[in-house]
């Protein structure tokens, strides 16, 4: 990894963190899980869960989503922090949490089956069901 480094915080401050190395391309999530948490979709860089240093947790509250899955957010501001695979040693964090400039793009569109029926997606990236 490199030596930049890359901080976050929810709205409230009660969960920051830090990310040490560059940040994977992000995708956009367009599943009904992610779109009833955000109310929209979730777009996220996966980086190495070793990658990842808590300043402050205090308020981190995991919820298993899934059977494989917890997702993180502050217990009080409600912000959605991270997407966590029990079985990967990598760990999805959320964009809008990190702190400009985060030097990447979005590269592509994820479960847009799932999309919800308000929006278009014409920004001509790849996209997967």
């Given amino acids: 990894m490199s030596g930049r480094q890359h901080k976050g915080a929810c ?18 999530c367009h599943c009904t899980q992610c779109r009833r948490q955000t ?12 990658a990842l240093t808590f300043q402050s947790e205090a308020a981190l509250v995991w919820y298993q989503s899934s ?15 991270f997407w966590n695979p029990d079985d990967e040693d990598k760990i999805s964090v959320s964009m809008g949490a990190l702190d400009a400039p985060t ?27």
């Avoid at 709205?11 to 956009?28: D, K, Q, R």
């Avoid at 030097?103 to 069901?129: E, T």
Wanted: hydrophobic share 30%; charged share 20%; proline share 6%.
């Fill in 39 to 50: 109310g929209y979709c979730w777009s996220s860089t996966h980086i190495p869960k070793a």
């Fill in 67 to 81: 059977p494989k899955v917890q997702r993180g957010f502050c217990g009080t501001c409600g912000c959605f922090l």
């Fill in 11 to 28: 709205n409230c401050g009660e969960v920051s963190f830090t990310i040490s190395g560059e940040l994977a391309e992000p995708s956009v």
């Fill in 103 to 129: 030097g990447v793009k979005i590269g592509r569109h994820i479960f847009v089956a799932d999309k919800g029926d308000y929006y278009d997606l014409a920004d001509g990236l790849p996209q997967s069901s």
